[in-house]
């Protein structure tokens, strides 16, 4: 009988060590654009075209293909701007971004940081790039740089070289100039 105890103890004790609460990760609440997604690429490649021309390149580390593959919900983007004839023109890289194949706007958001092949330096919050009409806006700040060279506002219109650029406000900016001695 004490040998029976024994085990009847030893089974009540291995029960109640198994009905101790234990931490579980928490459940992710709500949709995800995955849910919806029509299409998940990993390292995802797209060459951006304009009337069959090739106006560029886009990566992405995550694409999601949305609403009958109009529009393209993507993170990490990388974008490599081209001239028609394919001379470099820039790159534009963004934590977020999206992309509508019908109105070929590409939307970047969070960190969005311009490069121009003149050594110009673009950061913003927000920058949109229109492919069609080769129009490059933000309504929020911005920075650009070149060696000494700064200038800052509050929105902006460009077109895809910054050759033709107007700020829309809050506009700042500052140069170094080397004057002659006498």
């Known amino acids: 009988m004490p040998k029976l105890l024994a085990i009847i103890a030893s089974v009540a004790a291995l029960t109640s060590a198994a009905c101790k609460e234990t931490k579980q990760l928490p459940v992710v609440s709500g949709p995800t654009v995955a ?5 998940v690429f990993y390292q995802a490649d797209f060459v951006l075209t304009t009337k069959g021309v090739q106006r560029g390149n886009l ?9 009958d593959q109009t529009r393209i919900d993507l993170r990490r983007a990388h974008v490599v701007f081209t001239t028609e004839t394919g001379a470099p023109q820039g790159t534009m890289e963004s934590d ?3 992309y509508s194949t019908r109105t070929q706007i590409l939307d970047g958001r969070g960190n969005v940081v311009l490069r121009l092949v003149d050594g110009r330096t673009l950061t ?6 229109n492919q069609l009409t ?5 309504d929020t700040n911005y920075t650009i740089k070149r060696a000494n060279d700064t200038q800052s506002g509050i929105g902006f219109t460009s077109n895809q070289t910054f050759t033709s650029f107007s ?11 080397l004057l002659p001695e006498k």
């Not at 849910?35 to 299409?39: K, P, Y």
């Not at 995550?62 to 609403?67: G, M, N, R």
């Not at 700020?167 to 100039?177: E, F, K, Q």
């Open 35 to 39: 849910d919806s997604a029509d299409q």
């Open 59 to 67: 990566k992405a580390d995550t694409a999601y293909v949305l609403e």
């Open 96 to 98: 977020r971004g999206n």
């Open 124 to 129: 913003s919050p927000h920058v949109t790039y």
């Open 134 to 138: 080769h129009q490059v806006t933000s």
């Open 167 to 177: 700020c829309l406000r809050s506009c700042v900016g500052s140069t170094h100039v």
